[in-house]
């Protein structure tokens, strides 16, 4: 039935419901302790509610509800407790990114295991690594089950929910990075094809940016493994400097700095094309400042791991 879709003033008051719950444990912190029991049966509940709009405000409020649970004071039944909760939510959070048919709901449950994992760090989330990471392949695959419904003809409603899925998709990548480090390596290997799929025809600009957007800020945060896919990004990268539209210039000219600074001598030879690239983007013609602003950046970071390789005179 999960085709059919019900719109009445019950749903509404549901969803609504839904959202209150966790904006009281958000708001009101380690004094919600008493309604955590039961919001969380609730929340567990409606995560597999029929309609979507219910889906999303539970998947939105557990995250609230494990923040709730963070602030109060520990001890060892509070630790253990926040180990349950943490368990149970990101069971249902990998449950919803592969089994979901909505894509709004599956990019909630993305955008909030990336806050989990910044909130929580990685002995968290270990345990569900190898898990997380399938179903963000599956997602970049777009193979999980919200990629597979067939709507009836392409309407830009679904384009914009492709745009809203992918971003959150792409924010795992640097959200794993970020808690691991150089250990992310051997997964980012599995997710990099996939990822760097969306940077070629047909696909259209906004999709290439948020690929390299992604790799800019793997590769802060993995820092030198970078270094084996410089010769597979920089390419892609250096077109994108020269891209008509100002994000996606912006976010080449940051992606092109990082990987200076964190693949080491792998990228000294892209230097006079980067060089090259960069130097447009301080001509006058050159309207939007945060592009020049991340131009600059990236010059300061080829400066400050290659001094010997830069024109520093010109």
């Given at each position: ?52 709009d219910?889906?999303?405000?539970a ?45 709004e ?7 909030s ?91 259209p ?14 590769a ?15 390419p ?18 940051f992606c092109v ?9 792998a ?48």
């Open positions: 039935v999960r085709n059919i879709s019900v719109r009445t003033g019950v749903l509404d008051e549901k969803a609504a419901a839904t959202q209150a719950i966790g904006f009281f444990a958000l708001h009101t912190k380690s004094a919600y302790a008493p309604y955590l029991e039961e919001s969380l049966k609730i929340l567990i509940k409606h995560s597999g509610y029929f309609h979507e219910v889906r999303l405000q998947i939105i409020s557990l995250k609230h509800i494990l923040t709730a649970l963070r602030a109060i004071p520990a001890h060892p039944d509070i630790l253990e407790k926040q180990k349950d909760v943490l368990d149970t939510i990101m069971n249902i959070y990998i449950k919803t990114m592969t089994e979901d048919d909505d894509k709901v599956v990019a909630q449950a993305c955008m295991v990336a806050d989990i994992m910044k909130d929580c760090g990685f002995a968290a989330v270990e345990l569900y690594m190898p898990r997380l990471a399938e179903a963000t392949l599956a997602l970049l695959h777009q193979e999980s089950c919200c990629q597979q419904v067939e709507s009836d003809g392409e309407d830009d409603g679904d384009i914009d929910h492709d745009e809203v899925l992918m971003d959150a998709v792409s924010d795992l990548l640097p959200a794993f990075a970020k808690v691991m480090r150089s250990y992310f390596d051997p997964i980012f290997a599995k997710l990099f094809d996939p990822l760097m799929k969306f940077a070629k025809s047909p696909h600009p906004q999709d290439k940016t948020m690929v390299v957007a992604t790799l800019a800020e793997v802060q945060e993995m820092g030198a493994p970078i270094s084996a896919y410089v010769d597979k990004i920089m892609l990268a250096l077109k994108e400097l020269a891209s008509s539209e100002a994000t996606n210039r912006r976010n080449a000219a700095g990082e990987l200076c600074k964190n693949s080491g001598a990228a000294l030879k892209y230097y006079p094309d980067i060089l090259q690239g960069l130097h447009r983007l301080f001509a006058n013609s050159e309207q939007d400042l945060a592009v020049r602003d991340n131009a600059a950046g990236a010059i300061a970071r080829m400066i400050m791991v290659q001094p010997q390789s830069i024109p520093l005179n010109q």
